[in-house]
């Protein structure tokens, strides 16, 4: 009888240990303040979840985190510092591996039309990394995690690129995007590579854009050329953003910080403003102000 109400108690004490578990999650992948690997539904593939640590019941913002291309989520997870910015603002961060893997090890992402760093071209055998994402956004959607329409999206370099082509090509899923050393609008026009083809990124409604660079990166220089996937300048990409989000006010330039400038297109649809944010100095690195950056995105929400 005494071994049967020890047992009893043992449940009692785990099942309450997993309600609170769950509930301070908010769904039922993790505990909050963790990073786990979570199999993402019947996609066959995982991703690194981080939940916040002050994360409730309540749906919460999601922000992806795309690596640099041979990188992995978890090493960009380390570079990145924005589990610390979850868990001060209270968003899901997510990270997920590229679905083309490289010689050597690493990912690189499935962007259509362009050759990854390894030369080649994607094609229909390998990948789909836009679906991927969107079962991603579906399934943490279901488990009641994540508000759908606070959905936002950032990456390095080939992650920068993906996160610029989500924006181009997949806008109904996501609020706004945050390129960093990767900013692009589209694949670079075959007849004329320095400018941007308009064919490739025909977003269903306007996207908000914060973006950041350095001015020595010599694998995605801002002023252009580099490898076939870049090509056009960063002010192009800007520039046809500004375009596709019909703004309206005279470009403007500003310090807002030691040794960085902020280039601005407002008066934009939906109030879907266009920044890219230029480090003097800053390399091919992860130079993002993070704080900066979920200040922007957090402010937008996607329009049903």
Partial sequence: MFKRLLSVFAASLALVGWSSIAHAAGCGIGGAGTT??????HTGRSMRVHMPA??????????????????????????S????????????????????????GGFVWNIPGVPTVTG??????????????????????????VDASRVYATGLSGGGRM???????????????????????????????????PATCKPSRPMPVISFAGDKDT?????????????????????????????????TTQWVATGVYEE??????DGADVTGRITVGGTHTWLADNEAMWTFLSQHRRQD
Avoid at 54 to 78: Q, V
């Fill in 54 to 79: 002050g994360a409730s019941g309540a749906p919460l913002p999601l922000l992806f985190l795309f690596h640099g291309s041979t990188g992995t989520g978890a090493g960009m997870l380390r570079n």
């Fill in 163 to 197: 996160t610029s082509w989500l924006g181009c090509v997949d806008a109904d899923r996501f609020a706004a995007i945050a390129p960093v050393v990767g900013l692009r609008a589209g694949n670079p026009l075959k007849s004329d590579p320095q400018t941007p083809d």
């Fill in 219 to 251: 694998t995605n220089p801002i002023e252009g050329g580099g490898s076939g996937y870049w090509q056009y300048t960063m002010h192009a990409a800007e520039q046809r953003w500004a375009q596709l989000n019909g703004c309206t006010a005279a470009p």
């Fill in 120 to 145: 080649q071209i994607p094609t229909k055998d390998d990948a789909d990394d836009v679906a991927f994402v969107g079962q991603a956004i579906d399934w943490l959607v279901g488990q009641g995690c």
């Fill in 264 to 269: 601005r297109y407002s008066g934009c649809r």
């Fill in 81 to 104: 510092h924005l589990e610390d910015t979850s868990d001060r603002h209270d968003f899901i961060l997510v990270a997920p591996d590229g679905g083309i893997p490289v010689d050597g």
């Fill in 36 to 41: 786990q690997s979570i199999a993402i539904g």
